[in-house]
């Protein structure tokens, strides 16, 4: 698994968005305990912490040990750095693995048997994500040139995954319904920039060009689209696949 977030640990656990607690209420539905989930490449922990409020346990990983240390802390979340194709769990003790805007990045033929390995029969395994943010007409433009005219040979190839929302991903479990939802942020100008600086890709540029794509020209022309301190919605699609042990 690739880790293009250790270097800005602190930006990512700042500007990253999280996920409404509804969807997450009902992905803690379909579980029939509560006993112990394991949040996989948690990264700062946003998913870990809200599972904590409904399992008795919660068991977090990441290959980052640089996210690891901006997580939130809870009393019944364990931390712990190890990749996804090598859980370093019992089998049969998960009522729940979710992975959060990371399996993109996993080798899921390996992944995949893990999971069925720790999973107690009729457990749920959710992988959840969240595409492109929207804003409005004139944002959104130059948001796009970034992301595709700028950036675009920058992303790595995991991403188009991403784009089609899993969809072309194998997927060998019996298939719950997920309805897309989204998460709605109302956000200054200063918290849009500071979550595009996250982009892996501008990272992959800047190592490569020696400069940064977040230049003045493109900080002048979105903020000819955002008015003197005012907020903005913010809106992240998301998606997922969820399936349940047999």
């Not at 490449?41 to 409020?53: K, P, R």
């Not at 409904?54 to 990983?61: G, K």
């Not at 994500?129 to 433009?141: F, R």
């Amino acid at each position: 698994m690739k880790d293009n977030f250790s270097a800005q640990s602190n930006e990512y656990a700042r500007f990253r968005p999280g996920y409404p607690p509804e969807l997450l209420e009902e992905i803690c539905q379909l579980c029939s305990a509560f006993d112990c989930a394991w949040d996989c490449a948690t990264g700062n922990g946003q998913i870990a912490a809200a599972l904590s409020e409904h399992f008795r346990q919660v068991e977090a990983t990441d290959i980052s040990e640089n996210q690891l240390k901006n997580a939130i802390q809870k009393p019944n979340i364990r931390y712990q750095v190890a990749a996804a194709e090598a859980a370093v769990f019992p089998p049969g003790i998960f009522d729940l693995v979710i992975v959060g805007q990371a399996a993109h990045w996993f080798d899921l033929e390996k992944f995949y048997p893990e999971v069925r390995r720790v999973l107690k029969p009729g457990g749920i395994l959710a992988l959840i994500g969240y595409n492109l943010l929207e804003i409005d007409v004139e944002t959104d433009a130059v948001v796009q040139h970034l992301y595709s005219d700028v950036l675009g040979k920058y992303w790595d190839a995991e991403r188009h995954l991403i784009e089609t929302a899993y969809t072309t991903i194998p997927f060998p479990f019996p298939e719950i319904d997920f309805q897309e939802t989204a998460m709605c942020y109302e956000w200054r100008f200063d918290q849009l920039l500071g979550f595009l600086q996250t982009w892996s890709a501008v990272q992959h540029f800047t190592r490569e060009q020696g400069f940064s794509p977040i230049t003045e020209s493109f900080i002048a022309a979105l903020r000819a689209t955002w008015p003197e301190n005012s907020l903005k919605t913010v809106t992240f699609p998301i998606f997922g696949r969820i399936g349940r042990s047999v």
